[in-house]
């Protein structure tokens, strides 16, 4: 069911929701276009599912169009996105080639008579080089730009100087560029079936039709089987962790579309576990299923977040929504999220034993799980829900229309 601005009052209070319509006023009619590389899988996708229908509900006659890619370009994008996170890389002039082509040929197709265009990462980023720019363009970059690769970023910056506005999710992705800059950060939308509080028949249900042990602590990481995310320091820190407490490790990632690293990362950290995968003490889950998401953050003793490059992370704020304790990395967005201690903890991505400590302190320690809890639902609550993303777009297109 389409969601309303209104389906979110006893979530915010009625100050926001109003405020929101007011601020839209000056903007009604007005068309806006999304466009990204994939309609599933990834904070991006999770968030435009969203934020498309909230802008539509508001008076903004919103669209939201896929970029048609094929198999070499998604492997060239997914290099892109590595290397815009440090990675090196061979930047030929076939890749440039073909990334300049599917963008070419998509806008032969994709007609834009919007009054702004978004763009939403590298996948599209050049198709303002195929259009008579007649509107503002905006390009919202998701990505850890703090530390790109400098041939990469000096080739892309090419198309970025072009638009009118970038926004990117932490102060240090800017880059020194002139080019307007806002800081939105990413949110979740506490309605969906991902977010949504569930009932004790729908949990037991999904534990029993993924056939997930019970017996003891289980210490969870969600996220793209995606080498920025370390599946295979999960698995070290938490051999550290079994020594002392005995636990099961979930690994939880869905395949995106434009990600076609995804199932070679499986496999590798399949063989990497392999003699506890066979004891049932690791599991391994390819689903896109967001009620076992919501699950498995519920029904975890500790949420972790290993991540070696981080955007900003949307797996961790899922998992604070949920009021479940969270050890992640001190990187990208995560530390917008988590204050140290307070509600949740942070931990240098190399440091497995720091990692290893801070799961036993919780595990050993309810109450603290408990105070940790509470105050990082909170923390959600005020900064990170999709209500407030809407409000920063609709402040934004103020501005500029």
């Known amino acids: 069911m389409i969601k309303s601005l209104r389906d979110y009052r006893e979530i915010t209070g009625d100050k926001v929701i109003s405020k929101i319509y007011q601020q839209t006023r000056s903007l009604l009619g007005k068309r ?18 969203s934020l498309v229908p909230l802008m539509n509900d508001v008076g903004l006659e919103t669209s939201w169009h896929i970029i048609r890619g094929n198999p070499d370009f998604f492997i060239i994008t997914k290099k892109f996105h590595n290397a815009l996170q440090g990675d090196r890389i061979n930047l030929t002039s076939m890749k ?3 990334y300049l082509q599917i963008n070419e040929a998509f806008s032969a197709y994709n007609h834009i008579n919007h009054d702004c265009v978004i763009i939403h ?14 509107q503002p363009w905006i390009w919202r970059c998701h990505i850890d730009l703090s530390h790109p690769n400098q041939e990469l970023w000096d080739y892309l910056k090419g198309f970025v100087l072009k638009y009118d506005i970038e926004i990117v ?36 249900k999904t534990i029993k039709k993924f056939k997930i042990p019970t017996d003891k602590p289980l210490i969870t990481q969600i996220s793209r089987f995606d080498k920025w995310k370390d599946p295979a320091g999960v698995i070290d820190v938490f051999k550290k962790v079994r020594k002392k407490i005995d636990c099961r490790l979930i690994l ?14 499986y496999e590798q950290v399949k063989c990497r576990a392999n003699d506890l995968v066979e004891k049932g003490d690791v599991i391994l889950i390819a689903s896109e299923n ?81 105070k940790l809890g509470k105050a990082a639902k ?9 209500t407030r993303i809407l409000q920063d777009y609709v402040m934004l297109l103020n501005e500029i229309l």
Not at 33 to 48: F, K, P, Q, R
Request: glycine share 8%.
């Open 96 to 98: 440039k080639k073909i």
């Open 290 to 370: 967001n009620i076992l998401v919501n699950v498995l953050q519920r029904e975890s003793a500790v949420i972790i977040q290993k991540s070696l490059r981080e955007g900003f992370g949307l797996t961790v704020t899922e998992a604070l929504w949920k009021g479940t304790p969270v050890v992640a990395s001190d990187v990208g967005g995560i530390p917008l999220q988590i204050i140290d201690g307070k509600n949740g903890f942070l931990v240098d991505p190399k440091d497995s034993d720091g990692f290893a400590d801070r799961i036993l302190e919780l595990l050993k320690n309810p109450k603290l799980s408990l």
């Open 252 to 265: 939880c990632g869905s395949m995106a579309s434009d990600d076609p690293e995804g199932i070679k990362i």
């Open 378 to 386: 909170e923390y959600v609550r005020e900064r990170f829900l999709i």
């Open 169 to 204: 999710s932490h102060k240090n992705y800017k880059n020194n560029l002139p080019v307007d800059h806002k800081i939105i950060h990413p949110g979740i939308d506490p309605l969906t079936s991902k977010n949504k509080d569930l009932g004790s028949y729908d949990i037991k």
């Open 32 to 49: 806006i276009v999304h466009i990204n590389s994939t309609l599933y899988g990834g904070g991006v996708a999770e968030i435009l599912n």
């Open 121 to 134: 990462d590298p996948q599209p980023l050049p198709l303002i080089n195929y259009y008579r720019k007649v």
